[in-house]
């Protein structure tokens, strides 16, 4: 067994579909394939969602712009409309269209994932659909059904036990050698919908892969492999032939959109090889993900992430910041699910820096500023540099205004406006 997972980017047009049919030919092993949403879709979906709450008419305009650029890319491929890809289409489509009718309910996290998940439904049944008619025999399952997780929306904890017995289930009863998947959903033992975080796919890739004790996975991009740096920034970026397991969890963690964080850890309990390879070139090296942490590149690495917002807290007593206040401090960032991405504190201040994305942030802050004196600034960046130098941190904070540094052994963190 060999597992492909393909990203958004890889199934962003016909064109890079039919790319996807050319890859999954050439492979002549039983192939496990995990599909994300085409293109921007799931950032669509979110921004759809946003206007549902809001009950705003826009919603409607943009609920039409995701269905025509679906029907764009099913036209191309299918060029007879009796083919029944458009009848399973118009279904997902309309019962999108339902839910914007109704009125969404008090849990944000569980209208998310009904919602937000059908990006990769149709995706998923437009590939699998556009495989058949390549010739290659191919049965869609619906993660819902295999992938089982508990009820925490928007960051579903996978039940391993009952996950693994349905898909050995699943490949035992097969009826072809390649299988078509959703990365980043499940379900719940009562038939709701969850999604496992944010470019989950990769997650959703390491667990079948893990499970079925495949000879390796493969991460299809539209990059070369795993890069020094983001190539759209910094042109001179060089591709990484091979990191270790543990350099690629502290990367991800950084913020590099390369790997979901989650996908290591199921891949080196059984030593299974991780490949980042590129569609547009898939006779390329790509970025060898495996084995010990000495093998691993010593040159700086730089991760950026931009829409940082930086606050700071006060006891409004000038009592000290000590471990029962971090407590009720992170329990509200729990309730909020905001990740804290960089946190510094002295005798009586806490300073915390983190994505200022999603409806919960200004929330966040009110609630805090209930027992704190609350300062923040916004549009900030973090730039993390792994194996640092100082010319690296030099070239990166030059004529920027340095807010925060910190420096650990291997890595340095610089807020800048």
Known sequence: MIVYKFGGASVSSASSIKSLAGIVKECKEELFIVISAFGKTTNNLEALLSLWYKNSDKRFSVYNDIVGYHYNIISKLFPSVNHHVYDVF???TLNIERRLHDVPGDNYDFEYDQLVSYGELISTRIVSAFLETSGLKNQWADARSWLKTD????EGKVNYIQTELNIKELVRTRNSN???TQGFIGGTADGHTTTLGREGSDYTAAIIASMLDAVKLVVWKDVPGILTADPLFFPEAEKLDFISYREAIELSFYGAKVIHPKTIKPLQNKNIPLYVKSFLDPGGSGTLIQGPESQSPIRPIVIIKREQILVSLTPRDFSFVVEDCLSRIFALFFKYNVKVNLIQHSAISFTLCFDNKGPFVMRLLEELGI???VLYNEDLELITIRHYTQD????????R????????????MLVVS
């Open 178 to 180: 390649i299988y078509v």
């Open 401 to 412: 205004k340095l807010i925060v540094e910190q420096r650990s052994r291997t890595t340095a």
């Open 151 to 154: 009820d925490t929306f928007r």
């Open 371 to 373: 027992e704190f004196r």
């Open 90 to 92: 118009s279904e997902l």
């Open 392 to 399: 690296a941190i030099k070239k990166h904070s030059t004529g």
